[in-house]
């Protein structure tokens, strides 16, 4: 029989990094790693908010740090990384890429798109994940993880929403390169593609969010947080220490791949 205990203890002495965690799907990251015994830590451009993630990492028993970061910026991430890895004893186990810009991207034809907010969605969803691995980079021991956050939308060609639907297909290119070159390290970097999911920015998006797509998938429900962190904890245990380079869609099955 598995022990029941053994999940809450699988990250002990591991420390995990989530960037973009004042709440959403961040938030919720850093809180399903506390359970499973990690120490975290957790950065944002909102402070206040990642404090309080800590707080409820505190609250599941787990040690904490947040700090703000701006993803954009080498100096922000390489300060940012520099002081997780000194909170784990001088090593980073799990770089979480999780920050980006989702709700607050304009959706229009791709002839009326501001070519300033092209810039900065690249600049936070595309640049912003390479930023934190060259940064943790000399922090990540053999056996580290990154876990990169792609999206379903790339298979699915999410219409007047260029610039975000290519910034997360460029997650996954840049997956794939970090993977062979990390690699030689003994360190796996993997990408998820969630589908649609129930977070707060979600809601923020349209009025009734728990029904929309959810008669084009397998699973006939919504996507709930938990159904996302259940593969970012598989892709940072042991279990997945021979996967690397991959792209794991999380959408209930509504995209076949």
Same mark, same amino acid.
């Given at each position: 029989?598995?022990?029941?205990?053994?999940?809450?203890?699988?990250?002990?002495?591991?420390?995990?990094?989530?960037?973009?965690?004042?709440?959403?799907?961040?938030?919720?990251?850093?809180?399903?790693?506390?359970?499973?015994?990690?120490?975290?830590?957790?950065? @944002?451009?909102?402070?206040?908010?990642?404090?309080?993630?800590?707080?409820?990492?505190? %609250?599941?028993?787990?040690? %904490?740090?947040?700090? %703000?970061?701006? !993803?954009? +910026? /080498?100096?922000?991430?390489? @300060?940012?990384?520099?002081?997780?890895?000194?909170?784990?004893?001088?090593?980073?186990? !799990?770089?979480?890429?999780?920050?980006?810009?989702?709700?607050?991207?304009?959706?229009?034809?791709?002839? +009326?798109?501001?070519?300033?907010?092209?810039?900065? !969605?690249?600049?936070?969803?595309?640049?912003?994940?390479?930023?934190?691995?060259?940064?943790?980079?000399?922090?990540?021991?053999?056996?580290?993880?990154?876990?990169?956050?792609?999206?379903?939308?790339?298979?699915?060609?999410?219409?007047?929403?260029?610039?975000?639907?290519?910034?997360?297909?460029?997650?996954?290119?840049?997956?794939?390169?970090?993977?062979?070159?990390?690699?030689?390290?003994?360190?796996?970097?993997?990408?998820?593609?969630?589908?649609?999911?129930?977070?707060?920015?979600?809601?923020?998006?349209?009025? @009734?969010?728990?029904?929309?797509?959810? +008669?084009?998938?397998?699973?006939?429900?919504?996507?709930? /947080?938990?159904?996302?962190?259940?593969?970012?904890?598989?892709?940072?245990?042991?279990?997945?220490?021979?996967?690397?380079?991959?792209?794991?869609?999380? +959408?209930?099955?509504?995209?076949?791949?």
């Amino acid at each position: 029989m598995p022990d029941p205990g053994a999940a809450r203890t699988e990250g002990a002495g591991r420390t995990v990094f989530v960037t973009g965690a004042a709440g959403g799907l961040g938030r919720s990251f850093a809180v399903g790693f506390a359970q499973r015994g990690y120490q975290v830590a957790v950065a @944002d451009l909102n402070s206040e908010g990642a404090a309080e993630t800590a707080e409820l990492v505190r %609250a599941e028993g787990a040690r %904490a740090w947040s700090g %703000a970061v701006d !993803v954009t +910026d /080498p100096v922000s991430a390489t @300060d940012a990384a520099a002081a997780v890895a000194e909170f784990g004893g001088g090593r980073i186990d !799990v770089l979480v890429n999780n920050a980006a810009m989702y709700a607050n991207v304009t959706r229009s034809p791709l002839e +009326d798109i501001d070519p300033d907010e092209w810039d900065r !969605v690249m600049a936070v969803n595309l640049k912003g994940p390479w930023l934190m691995v060259r940064a943790a980079s000399p922090h990540l021991p053999e056996g580290a993880r990154v876990v990169n956050m792609s999206s379903a939308t790339i298979y699915s060609g999410s219409e007047q929403w260029l610039h975000y639907v290519a910034s997360k297909g460029g997650v996954i290119a840049m997956t794939r390169v970090m993977a062979k070159e990390l690699g030689r390290r003994g360190i796996t970097v993997n990408a998820i593609a969630p589908g649609f999911t129930l977070t707060e920015a979600s809601y923020g998006l349209m009025s @009734d969010a728990e029904n929309y797509g959810v +008669d084009r998938g397998a699973l006939r429900r919504a996507s709930q /947080p938990e159904d996302i962190v259940g593969a970012a904890l598989f892709l940072a245990s042991s279990d997945s220490s021979f996967i690397s380079g991959q792209t794991i869609v999380v +959408d209930g099955g509504r995209q076949f791949i």
